[in-house]
């Protein structure tokens, strides 16, 4: 069983920065036995995936956030982070923390509201 915790969203104005965290919890170092992603939905959409970061390090983006955002992980926290810099309107979501391999772990997500 896995417990994933998301937090750092907030409101924040266009071309503004914010970093969620993603605390994960469980039976041993959980960012070593899964991959780690950040996914988000938006009223009337489906979820996306944003970000996802490997075991091995190996890290994709989806083409809105290139250059923007930055996935990150510390595995001695077993802490998972979503760097969002040059927010745009379009980002406003609800984020979620994922953790995946042959199962999967959800966050109850946190709001990023970005508006000016």
């Known amino acids: 069983q896995v417990h994933l915790v998301e937090s750092g969203g907030g409101l924040v104005q266009p071309g503004g920065s914010l970093r969620l965290s993603c605390a994960a919890s469980g039976t041993g170092s959980i960012l070593s036995m899964y991959n780690m992603a950040w996914f988000r939905q938006s009223p009337g959409k489906a979820r996306e995936v944003v970000a996802i970061i490997r075991r091995d390090n190996s890290t994709y983006y989806t083409d809105s956030v290139k250059g923007r955002f930055t996935i990150s992980k510390d595995n001695a926290n077993d802490t998972v982070y979503l760097l969002m810099d040059s927010l745009k309107l379009e980002d406003t979501a609800v984020y979620y923390c994922?953790?995946?391999?042959?199962?999967?772990?959800w966050g109850q997500g946190t709001q990023v509201t970005v508006s000016s």
């Open positions: 994922n953790a995946f391999n042959t199962q999967d772990y």
